[in-house]
């Protein structure tokens, strides 16, 4: 493989080191080439561009591998828990027995929220979008940890420390603004719980009567958690690696992570996907129609769930969640339409050429929705949930930029295509 690339313009010739990944991915250095030729590059979307290098999340999206510190997501997902996982995104290894007891100690004993944090939640309206709520109280949290705002607590122990608030603190956030616009009491953590139960607790149990977390459900959610973990340099965590190129704090940088996942191109998608899939039986199609939809620009309707800027063939967190869902519906032995919609939308979906000329295959939000529908998470909820799971990641994510020796500022260019230079025009003579 050549160590260069050359580049030739207006008669000049420039060598560009040629950089390769340890899983053979090669990637063209242009840091210098501004000084050197005067030309900057154009990726609207940042399609083909790398923004670092990093070594927490591999993919392969020709051939639809995920990998968790080289970890593949599927024994992943079968065989360790979530905080193992953001143990093991954040610190890099799998911790020792040891390690993750008191890794595991250490959340469950930040799960509270300090109590003034509680009047946040009561000057939203009560049908205030959740992620709303989250990105807000969480850039707050940071009023509540002032030792952790200078650049220097971004890196060693303040930073492992914000971390472990965070990953404590945001279930809780997340429940709070479900209790909030049900007008129902916050219900504060259990420490006897695991992390799973102890959200589902939060969010389901009320002071009336005892409620018990079905294990089926908490494992179902631990699950969801893990395969949301982390998935390299997406919207969401660019925000955060770019927020925190500026050596603002975690929890700034956090907050506009969980706008940015807002989006239902990105991790809105899981919530959208839920209500197409409602309006598709309300119109008592079969999905077929729906699909030609799809295909039409003018109809500006998206398959959504479906496609992604990675994966060209199957995202491995959808095959994983499609076999969940059917298991999950039927241990808690309840069934969902949606389900067999989605089966059917992805089973025409993958014979039709638009979509496979496209390589647009399910996503990790095509049948996540349904799992969630089946704990009883509120469709509004779905997003906070993904949320809560890609957490570590982009703590990991933020952290590995924060100690990057070489890192900058994050500052893109652009090609101005305005007006050039022209007089002030008084506003007597417009
Ligand atoms: C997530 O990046 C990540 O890793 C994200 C994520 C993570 O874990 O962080 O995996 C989570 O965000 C998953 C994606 C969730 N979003 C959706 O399900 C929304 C629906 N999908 C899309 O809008 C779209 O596929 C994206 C946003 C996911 C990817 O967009 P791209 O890479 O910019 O692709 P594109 O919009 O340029 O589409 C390429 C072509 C276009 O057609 P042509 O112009 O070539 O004719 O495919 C078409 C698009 O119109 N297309 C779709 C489609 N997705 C793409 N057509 C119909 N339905 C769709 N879902």
């Not at 009560?126 to 705002?149: K, N, Q």
């Not at 631990?222 to 690696?241: G, Y």
């Not at 770019?242 to 050596?247: A, E, L, Q, Y």
């Not at 603002?248 to 998608?269: K, Q, T, Y």
């Amino acid at each position: 493989m050549a160590s260069t690339a050359k580049l030739t313009y207006n008669g000049k010739e420039l060598e560009l080191p040629v950089v390769e990944g340890s899983e053979g991915e090669i990637a063209v250095d242009i840091s210098k080439l501004r000084p050197q030729s005067g030309l900057t590059t154009l990726d609207p979307g940042y399609a083909n561009t790398g923004s670092c290098q990093s070594t927490i999340t591999f993919i392969n999206g020709e051939k639809g591998i995920l990998r968790y510190r080289g970890y593949p997501i599927e024994e992943i997902a079968e065989k360790s828990s979530f905080l193992e996982v953001a143990y093991l995104l954040i610190y890099g290894v799998l911790p020792k027995k040891k390690e993750l007891a008191a890794f595991v100690d250490n959340i469950t004993h930040h799960t509270m929220l300090h109590e003034n944090v509680k009047s946040f939640f009561g000057g939203f309206r009560r049908d205030a979008h959740p992620m709303a709520i989250a990105s807000a109280v969480v850039g707050a949290l940071a009023t509540f940890y002032p030792e952790h705002i200078s650049p220097a607590a971004g890196e060693g122990e303040k930073a492992k420390e914000a971390a472990s608030l965070l990953v404590a603190k945001f279930p809780t956030i997340g429940a709070y603004s479900y209790k909030h616009s049900i007008g129902q009491p916050y219900v504060y953590p259990d420490n006897s719980l695991d992390y799973a139960s102890n959200f589902l607790h939060m969010m389901f149990a009320t002071p009336c009567e005892e409620y018990k977390v079905d294990p089926t459900a908490a494992k179902a959610l631990d699950l969801l958690l893990i395969l949301h973990a982390d998935h390299e340099q997406n919207c969401s965590t660019s925000t955060v690696r770019v927020v925190g190129s500026s050596d603002a704090n975690l929890f700034a940088s956090v907050s506009a992570g969980v706008s940015a996942l807002w989006g239902p191109l990105h991790g809105g998608a899981n919530q959208a996907v839920i209500e197409m899939l409602g309006k598709i039986i309300a119109s008592g199609d079969s999905g077929k129609k729906f699909l030609e939809n799809c295909k039409d620009k003018k109809s500006n309707i998206r398959l959504m769930g479906f496609g992604h800027r990675v994966y060209k063939n199957f995202d491995p967190r959808a095959t994983i969640l499609k076999k969940t869902a059917s298991e999950v519906l039927k241990k808690l032995k309840k069934t969902n339409p949606l389900l067999d919609v989605a089966m059917e939308l992805e089973e025409i979906a993958l014979k039709d050429s638009y979509f496979v000329e496209r390589k647009l295959y399910p996503n990790v939000d095509f049948y996540s929705g349904i799992i969630y529908q089946a704990l009883e998470i509120p469709t509004q909820m779905f997003t906070v949930l993904f949320a809560i799971g890609r957490l570590p990641g982009w703590i990991a994510q933020w952290m590995e930029m924060r100690q990057d020796p070489k890192r900058r500022i994050a500052r893109p260019r652009q090609v101005y295509t305005g007006e050039t230079k022209r007089p002030y025009v008084p506003i007597s003579a417009r």
